[in-house]
C-alpha cells in the first residue's frame, strides 16, 4: 500500500513539474482518523507539555486563510471568540479576558493582587513560572509542600492564610505532578478560602482528565479566577493565546491592567482558537491517543524499576531515585529533550507524554 502511494506521489509529481496537472489533484487522500500521527523522531521534544499532534487541522486552515487579514486589528475577531468561549461555558462575555497565553492571564492576577502588597500562596512544586513576577512587584511568596503521594494539601493551604494574603494558586492538574483534586474537596476549599483570598485555578490541562471545570462557580463566587489555554490539549502553544474566566465585576478590574483589554493576541491565533474550539473530534482524538501513550510509559518506566505517580495529564512525573544508569545524559546524547529535577530528595523528574513512538524511543533510550 505504502509502496503504491509512493509510486502514485512520485508520478504525480513528475506530471506536475511538467504542467500538467495541479500539484492538489494528488492530494493523498485523508485517513478516517484526523489527526496525522506521523512523528519525526528528532529531535524528541518531551520537555513542555505540548500537544504533539496540534493544532488541528481546521485550526491549520484558518490560521493560514486568516493570514491574509493580519493588516487589520483584531477587533471582530476577539469578540467573536470571546462569544464562543462564554457561549460554550454557559457564561457571559463579560465573564471572559484573553491573553498571550494564560501566561498572561496568571501574570495579570499576580499584577492585580499586588497593588496592595501581601503575599500569596502556592504548593511546592508546582508551575512558578509567573512568581518571580509577583515577588518582584511586592508579594511575599508562601509555599506549603505537596503531600507524600504529591497532591495539593489543601487544608495546610487553608491554615497558611495569613492576614495579608491576597491569593492562592492551585493547579488543578498539578503540573509537574499530574495529580489532581478530588472535585468535592476542591469546591469545598473554594467556598472556604474565597471568604478571605482570591483562589486562581489554573486548569491548563483540564481537558486531559475527566473532571468537570470549575467555570460555573464564578457567577456566584467573585474571588474564583479560572485561567485556562489554547497551548495543551488545542496544540496552539507558539500561537499564544488563553483566557481567564471570572466573575465580570473581577474580569473588569483585571482588564485594567491590560493597556488594550483583550488585544495581545493576534489575528493568526484568534482565528486557530475559533477553529479548534469547535474540533470536538481532534479533542477527543488527543485524548485517547494521550491516554494510550501515558499508559505505556507509566508501564515501561515501571517495568525499569522507575516509581511513577499517577498522572491525569499529558506528562508523568517520576523518581529517578532507583535508577542507576545516567538519565539526562542518555536523553541529550539521542536528542530528547526532557526535564530537569523538581525535587532534589526523591530525584523526581518530569517528562511530556509525546506520541507512541517517541515514547517507545523514549524507553528504548532508558533501557
Ligand atoms: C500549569 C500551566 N499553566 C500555564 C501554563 C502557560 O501556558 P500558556 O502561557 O502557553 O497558556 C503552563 C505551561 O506549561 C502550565 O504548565
Not at 467573536?80 to 495579570?108: F, H, P, Q, R, Y
Not at 489554547?230 to 483566557?243: D, E, N, Q, V
Not at 482524538?285 to 524499576?305: D, G, W
Request: glycine share 4%.
Amino acid at each position: 500500500m505504502s509502496s503504491r502511494r509512493s509510486w502514485l506521489k512520485q508520478t504525480s509529481l513528475a506530471f506536475v513539474s511538467l504542467g500538467i496537472v495541479p500539484l492538489e489533484s494528488f492530494a493523498i487522500p485523508k485517513t478516517e482518523n484526523s489527526i496525522n500521527e506521523e512523528t519525526n523522531l528528532n529531535p524528541i521534544r518531551l520537555r513542555s507539555n505540548e500537544n504533539p499532534y496540534g493544532p488541528s487541522a481546521l485550526a491549520r486552515d484558518a490560521m493560514s486563510k486568516n493570514i491574509n487579514s493580519s493588516n487589520r486589528y483584531n477587533w471582530d475577531l476577539t469578540s467573536e471568540l470571546i462569544s464562543k468561549i462564554a457561549e460554550k461555558n454557559n457564561l457571559v462575555a463579560e465573564n471572559i479576558i484573553l491573553g498571550a497565553g494564560s501566561t498572561e492571564i496568571l501574570d495579570l492576577v499576580a499584577r492585580y493582587c499586588a497593588i496592595n502588597k501581601g503575599s500569596f500562596i502556592l504548593a511546592d512544586p508546582t508551575f512558578n513560572y509567573w512568581t518571580e513576577i509577583a515577588e518582584k512587584l511586592g508579594l511575599k511568596k508562601i509555599t506549603v509542600p505537596l503531600t507524600e503521594d504529591k497532591h495539593h494539601d489543601l487544608s495546610a493551604m487553608l491554615k497558611a492564610i495569613e492576614p495579608d494574603t491576597r491569593m492562592i494558586y492551585i493547579c488543578n492538574p498539578n503540573n509537574p505532578t499530574g495529580t489532581i483534586c478530588e472535585r468535592e474537596a476542591l469546591v469545598n476549599f473554594i467556598n472556604e478560602a474565597t471568604k478571605k483570598v482570591i483562589v486562581l485555578v489554573d486548569e491548563a490541562y483540564i481537558d486531559f482528565t475527566n473532571q468537570k471545570s470549575l467555570v460555573n462557580l464564578v457567577k456566584e463566587n467573585k474571588n474564583l479566577i479560572i485561567a485556562k489555554t489554547f497551548s495543551k490539549m488545542y496544540g496552539l502553544a507558539g500561537a499564544r493565546i488563553g483566557y481567564g474566566i471570572a466573575n465580570s465585576g473581577t474580569i473588569e478590574k483585571i482588564s485594567q491592567l491590560q493597556s488594550w483589554s483583550n488585544g495581545s493576541v493576534s489575528v493568526a491565533s484568534v482565528s486557530g482558537a475559533l477553529a479548534s474550539i469547535k474540533d470536538d473530534k481532534f479533542v477527543s482524538e488527543t485524548y485517547l491517543l494521550n491516554e494510550k501513550a501515558r499508559k505505556y510509559t507509566i508501564e515501561q518506566l515501571e517495568r525499569l524499576k522507575i516509581r511513577c505517580i499517577p498522572s491525569h495529564s499529558n506528562f508523568v512525573y517520576f523518581s529517578l531515585a532507583n535508577y542507576n544508569k545516567d538519565f539526562f545524559e542518555r536523553l541529550e546524547k539521542n536528542n530528547i529533550t526532557g526535564t530537569k529535577i523538581y525535587e532534589e530528595n526523591g530525584k523526581w523528574s518530569r517528562i511530556t507524554i509525546g506520541t507512541m513512538k517517541e515514547m517507545q524511543q523514549f524507553i528504548k533510550v532508558l533501557e
